[in-house]
């Protein structure tokens, strides 16, 4: 057991919560920030530990969002960034999406600096969009790792709120960067690059309306039924478990300091989902998926290479389909 104190910023989002039940699971003592008492208070419900309780920041681009919190609690030794607006629904792209994400994180950090001196390991939850170029900016050819950027430019990202969302995750890892470049701090940095998330939610759910966005892929298949065609579409994915287990090696490992953990599993496609579906829940009505149209499609999908990834991480990651399993089980339990 330890008795090292966590915090974990944004605690009721799809990936945080699955930090937090894996840090409780550790014996460490976690603090996490929602945005109102009442999401507070559903969270508490769920996570049901004594270990954890949870802080009130209403707004992430409020300058002093977190003065308050690391003045309250100096045991803080180690912070959890993974706070950040994900939606591509949004009305004003620079307002709604970049601001709050580069804010938010320079927010953040300056807090740390200036309030939190005991902390020694800050993880900030970062993206595989980062590094993978998208629309003009896909190659085909090009095998992508930690040490890749994503070349939109801060421009492009207001085109739209896709890119306005590659945007903030991209300028929110670059404003970071740039602090601790910059400024004089007593923290490590590492940053968690995971691509599409799928997997199980941590705790019980109570409605299949609260999926997050890259469960909603998933769904998107689940939603079909015989005589429906599948999209020729696919990704790269990573199961949440493994991304959330990444935070935690983050900062327990030193190797991990100033370093991307670019965790991506490996490539998907639609029909590979549905037959795992198929495969999994023989009374499904999901469509059999044609997997000899796998090779074309994965001509539009990102080579990678993540070797430096995961000799840090030094664990297997969770297959696709025992990731699809656990999502679709609890999609059709709900």
């Not at 999406?97 to 970062?126: D, F």
């Amino acid at each position: 057991m330890t008795s090292t104190t966590v915090f974990v910023s944004g605690a009721n989002g799809f990936i945080a919560q699955h930090i937090v039940k894996q840090l409780l699971a550790k014996g460490y003592t976690v603090i996490g920030s929602v945005r109102s008492h009442e999401k507070g208070e559903q969270l508490k419900q769920l996570i049901n530990n004594d270990q954890f309780s949870y802080e009130i920041v209403s707004s992430l681009t409020d300058k002093d969002a977190f003065v308050d919190v690391l003045k309250k609690h100096p045991e803080i030794t180690i912070f959890l960034h993974a706070a950040s607006p994900v939606s591509f629904s949004v009305e004003d792209i620079e307002n709604d999406l970049l601001k709050p994400a580069i804010e938010g994180t320079t927010n953040a950090l300056n807090a740390i600096k200036e309030y939190g001196p005991q902390i020694k390991k800050v993880v900030l939850t970062a993206s595989a969009v980062n590094i993978f170029g998208f629309g003009p900016h896909f190659d085909a050819d090009q095998v992508y790792s930690e040490d890749v950027w994503n070349p939109i430019t801060y421009e492009e990202s207001l085109a739209n709120g896709f890119f306005g969302y590659l945007g903030s995750k991209k300028y929110a890892e670059l404003a970071a960067r740039d602090f601790v470049a910059k400024e004089k701090v007593n923290f490590d940095i590492s940053f968690v690059n995971p691509p599409y998330v799928f997997g199980p939610q941590a705790y019980a759910v109570k409605d299949k309306a609260n999926l997050n966005l890259s469960n909603e892929v998933v769904n998107s298949v689940v939603k079909l039924t015989k005589g429906d065609s599948i999209p020729a579409e696919g990704s790269v994915f990573v199961d949440v478990r493994d991304v959330a287990r990444a935070h935690i090696v983050a900062f327990e490992n030193d190797a991990a300091a100033s370093q991307r953990l670019f965790t991506a599993s490996s490539r998907y496609t639609l029909d590979t989902i549905a037959n795992i579906i198929n495969k999994k829940f023989p009374d499904t009505t999901v469509p059999k998926g044609d997997e000899s149209r796998n090779e074309e499609i994965y001509k539009s999908i990102h080579k990678f290479d993540n070797a430096k990834t995961n000799k840090i991480l030094g664990f297997e990651y969770i297959t696709l389909e025992e990731s699809v399993s656990d999502i679709v089980d609890q999609i059709y339990n709900v």
